[in-house]
C-alpha cells in the first residue's frame, strides 16, 4: 500500500509526550453537566474534551443526541477552560455545523466508518478543510475497510488523520463490551506506521472498572493516545453511564500509568531479539517441511482413492497436541487455533495434488 503522507494532528499546548489524551461526556446533556465536567477536567490537565452532539444508536427511541443547540456549549468550553473541542459527525450537516461552531477535531464513529458512501460524504464535505480527523475502527473486524476509510479523507486532501482503536462488536457473551482483537490495530500500525493510534478504554470496555488496565495495555502496545468518556456524575449519564468516570478517578487511572520506553536501551533486548529471529526461521523451516509431508499424502490418498478430510485423525491431532502444549506451559486454545490453521492449509495442499492431471 502507498504510503500516506500524513501531517501531525498535535495541536498548539498539547504535550506531545504519550499519551495524549481526549476526554469528556459520551452525550453533551445539558450546558451545566458540560461546562462542570469540563472544568473539572482542565483542572487535571486535559487540553482536549470531547463531547457527543449527535448520537447514532442501535435502536431508536433512545437518547439520540443534544443535536446543534449542544454546539454553543463547547464554544463555550473553549472560551472558558482555553481547551480544545472535538465531537463525532455522521453526515455532511454535521461536519457542516460542527465547522461553523470551531469545533478543533472531529472523528468518525464506528458505525459510520463501516459505511463506505457515509465516510465518502464524510470526505466530500471536508474537501479544502484543514482539520484532525480520528476514524474508529469499524464495528466488524476489517482491517481493508478502516483503512479504505483513511483512505477516503487522505483522498480529500485531510492529512492530519488518526486512528480510534474502540474494539470489534460480538454477539457472544463476553468480558469486555466490544473484544479489543490488539493484532488488528497492531497490522494498522504496521500498514501505516505514520498514522497515531488512540485506544477507546471505554467502549472496549463498557465497564468503569476495566478503563485502567485497558489503558496499561494500550501504552504497553505504544499507543499515542487515549479517549476516554469523562462525566461529571457517571452514574446519572444519559448514555453509557456504566463506562464512564469522573474526573478525579480519571486523573487518578492517568497518574498509575507505566509509561515505558518505546526506543531499545540495552543489548540484552537486541540480543533476545536475535533470539526470536533464528526461532522464527526454524519454525518457517519446520513448517515448510509438514506441507511437503502434508503433499505426500496427498499422493498416497489420490493413488489409494482416499478421501482427503480424516476427521477422527484431525479430532486426535488437536487434543493430543493441546494437551502437549499444556504441559509446555502454552495456552491450549492457543494450540489449537495454531493447528486448525496449519490444518487447514494442509487440507488446500492435498486438494492441489487430487486435481492434478
Known amino acids: 500500500m502507498e504510503q500516506m503522507e500524513l501531517e501531525s494532528i498535535l495541536l498548539p499546548g498539547v504535550d506531545p509526550k504519550r499519551p495524549i489524551v481526549i476526554a469528556g461526556p459520551c452525550s453533551a446533556e445539558s450546558e451545566e453537566q458540560v461546562m462542570e465536567t469540563a472544568h473539572g477536567l482542565a483542572s487535571k490537565g486535559i487540553k482536549i474534551f470531547r463531547a457527543g452532539i449527535w448520537k447514532p444508536r442501535t435502536k431508536p427511541g433512545g437518547f439520540e443526541g443534544i443535536g446543534v443547540i449542544g454546539l454553543p456549549w463547547l464554544k463555550k468550553v473553549k472560551e472558558e477552560t482555553g481547551m480544545y473541542v472535538a465531537t463525532e459527525v455522521a453526515t455532511k450537516d454535521h461536519v457542516f455545523e460542527a465547522l461553523k461552531a470551531g469545533i478543533d477535531i472531529l472523528w468518525i464513529g464506528a458505525r459510520t466508518s463501516a459505511n463506505p458512501f457515509a465516510v465518502q460524504e464524510i470526505a466530500d464535505a471536508l474537501k479544502g478543510v484543514d482539520i484532525p480527523v480520528l476514524i474508529k475502527n469499524p464495528v466488524n473486524p476489517d482491517l481493508e475497510l478502516w483503512i479504505g476509510a483513511f483512505q477516503r479523507l487522505y483522498g480529500a486532501g485531510i492529512k492530519r488523520l488518526g486512528a480510534i482503536h474502540r ?191
Open 167 to 357: 474494539g470489534f462488536s460480538s454477539y457472544d457473551k463476553k468480558i469486555y463490551r466490544n473484544l479489543p482483537l490488539w493484532h488488528i490495530p497492531i497490522e494498522l500500525r504496521r500498514r501505516m506506521p505514520n498514522l497515531p493510534i488512540f485506544c477507546d478504554p471505554s467502549h472496549i470496555g463498557g465497564k468503569r472498572e476495566l478503563i485502567a488496565p485497558l489503558c496499561q495495555q494500550a501504552m504497553d502496545l505504544n499507543f499515542d493516545g487515549l479517549i476516554i468518556e469523562s462525566h461529571r456524575d457517571p452514574d446519572a449519564a444519559w448514555s453509557d453511564a456504566a463506562q464512564q468516570i469522573t474526573p478525579d478517578v480519571l486523573d487518578y487511572v492517568l497518574n498509575l500509568l507505566v509509561i515505558r520506553d518505546s526506543t531499545q536501551t540495552t543489548e540484552n533486548l537486541s540480543e533476545l531479539r536475535k533470539q526470536i529471529d533464528g526461532i522464527d526461521e526454524q519454525l518457517l523451516e519446520l513448517l515448510a517441511k509438514r506441507m511437503r509431508v502434508s503433499r505426500e499424502i496427498g499422493v498416497y490418498k489420490k493413488e489409494h482413492n482416499m478421501p482427503i478430510l480424516q476427521a477422527p485423525r484431525y479430532s486426535e491431532i488437536l487434543e493430543k497436541r493441546s494437551d502437549m502444549g499444556s504441559q509446555m506451559d502454552l495456552n491450549p486454545e492457543f494450540i489449537k487455533e495454531i493447528l486448525k490453521e496449519i490444518h487447514e492449509e494442509s487440507v488446500r495442499q492435498q486438494m492441489i495434488i487430487m486435481n492434478e492431471e
